[in-house]
């Protein structure tokens, strides 16, 4: 008897199902823990534990909300046999040390002129503003998290842009054509990729509906990592 695989376990799916439900919002509030942490920090350290344990949780559970849509996409969409081609863009690695440096120049600054204010020191005022900006505002520094899907049926958006997160599916059903075009700013698409560029290349998904896929969502403008390769695995009639 062939073992059932572990997307499929009834467990995993209830946890997959709690964790799904609950708001990216909720979870990305963690950040603000590096205040007490790094305030309240003392060597041995005491309640400021409390403080990291809710920092590491809040990390863990953004990673497993992730691998939870993952699981629910192949589980719903794919199978244990199905197509399931992903293409998660790469951080843009050049932009990130870029800002993290003017961040870092900046909070420097702050912490200077703050050092010695409501007890502080230097370093600490530092730590927190360095922490919290990389943790909360992770976007501005990595891009938004983005990951898209190609399965038999259709495709698969995961945005994740702060605090807020999309995760959506389009069937071929309700997709008209998919066009490689440069991304343009006043045509009103909704720009679901990891950095936001005037002018990048990527696929803009239209669809059949007239009055678009949503009353939201008019047109979608994507960039995958591999276009090209995206653009292979799509079904005939849509490269």
Not at 92 to 98: D, H, I, N, Q
Not at 198 to 208: H, P, Q, R, T
Request: overall charge positive; aromatic content about 18%; proline content about 5%.
């Amino acid at each position: 008897m062939s073992m059932q695989p572990l997307y499929n376990h009834p467990m995993k799916q209830s946890l997959d199902r709690f964790i799904l439900s609950i708001p990216r919002l909720f979870i990305k509030q963690f950040p603000y823990a590096w205040f007490p942490l790094t305030v309240l920090w003392t060597w041995p350290p005491n309640i400021s534990l409390v403080f990291l344990a809710v920092i590491i949780i809040g990390l863990l559970c953004l990673r497993w909300q992730f691998a939870a849509w993952m699981a629910y996409m192949r589980r719903e969409h794919a199978g244990q046999e199905g197509k399931f081609y992903v293409d998660r863009p790469a951080i843009p690695w050049g932009r990130a040390v870029r800002n993290i440096a003017i961040l870092l120049a900046g909070s420097g600054l702050v912490a200077s002129f703050l050092n010695g204010q409501l007890g502080l020191t230097f370093w600490q005022f530092f730590l927190i503003i360095v922490l919290f900006m990389l943790t909360y505002r992770d976007s501005q520094f990595f891009g938004a998290q983005t990951t898209y899907i190609i399965t038999a049926t259709g495709i698969a958006v995961y945005y994740a842009l702060g605090h807020l997160d999309y995760r959506l599916f389009f069937t071929f059903k309700e997709i008209s054509r998919i066009e490689q075009t440069r991304f343009q700013k006043d045509k009103g698409w909704d720009y679901f990729a990891r950095t936001r560029e005037i002018g990048a290349e990527g696929l803009l998904l239209v669809s059949k509906d007239i009055h678009g896929f949503s009353k939201r969502m008019q047109r979608l403008f994507i960039v995958p990592g591999n276009i090209e390769k995206f653009l292979e695995q799509l079904p005939y009639g849509y490269k």
